[in-house]
T-cell receptor, first 113, second 113 residues
């Protein structure tokens, strides 16, 4: 089925460890986004990309890096994980024109201890 | 970014219509009105979006006020599966915003059997 796939679904990290979250979409969407959601709160934008090879900072970019080497993939990296980065991470993509709705992945639940 | 105001929570009975209001008095002429919903432990799901005219799809209807300062999401017959947090979001595809979604707290919809 077409959609957005996030891997892994769950992960526990120790403080200071690094990891990469992968987001893949098969809808040929230009725009991709990474959000985080803390308990009881709405989603906050971390980084986004408007096309292959481009990235930009969102609302809460500190402590994260991203890359968009291929149109279908958007990677979110944590170089040195901190407990404050414990959250659920959602990736999303969207098309343009009539196909304007966002499609979200099912999320990655990350715990930093 | 223009903000939206939604009630914190609403309740409905199964098989009855539900009208979820949203105020967006500072909306700009190029802002689209988006609705997403988030079921427990899932990523947000696109419901509907519109610019000026009322919109219908298989999930819901979107009624937009003539001055565009408010809108209403209409679920024609609520089911237990419609229990979720509903987010009303303004998104501008142009300029420097690149169609980013800014999530508020949303409306928690409870559906009673």
């Amino acid at each position: 089925n077409a959609g957005v796939t996030q891997t892994p679904k769950f992960r526990v990290l120790k403080t200071g460890q690094s990891m990469t979250l992968l987001c893949a979409q098969d809808m040929n969407h230009e725009y991709m986004y990474w959000y985080r959601q803390d308990p009881g709160m709405g989603l906050r934008l971390i980084h986004y990309s408007v096309g292959e090879g481009t990235t930009a900072k969102g609302e809460v970019p500190d402590g994260y890096n991203v890359s968009r080497l291929k149109k279908q993939n958007f990677l979110l990296g944590l170089e040195s994980a901190a407990p404050s980065q414990t959250s659920v991470y959602f990736c999303a993509s969207r098309g343009t024109g009539r196909n304007y709705g966002y499609t979200f992945g099912s999320g990655t639940r990350l715990t930093v201890v | 970014d223009a903000k939206t105001t939604q009630p914190n929570s609403m309740e409905s009975n199964e098989e009855e219509p539900v009208h979820l209001p949203c105020n967006h008095s500072t909306i700009s002429g190029t802002d689209y009105i988006h609705w997403y919903r988030q079921l427990p432990s899932q990523g947000p799901e696109y419901v509907i979006h519109g610019l000026t005219s009322n919109v219908n799809n298989r999930m819901a209807s979107l009624a937009i006020a003539e001055d565009r300062k408010s809108s209403t999401l209409i679920l024609h017959r609520a089911t237990l599966r419609d229990a979720a947090v509903y987010y009303c979001i303004l998104s501008n595809a142009g300029g420097t915003s690149y169609g980013k979604l800014t999530f508020g707290q949303g409306t928690i919809l409870t559906v009673h059997p």
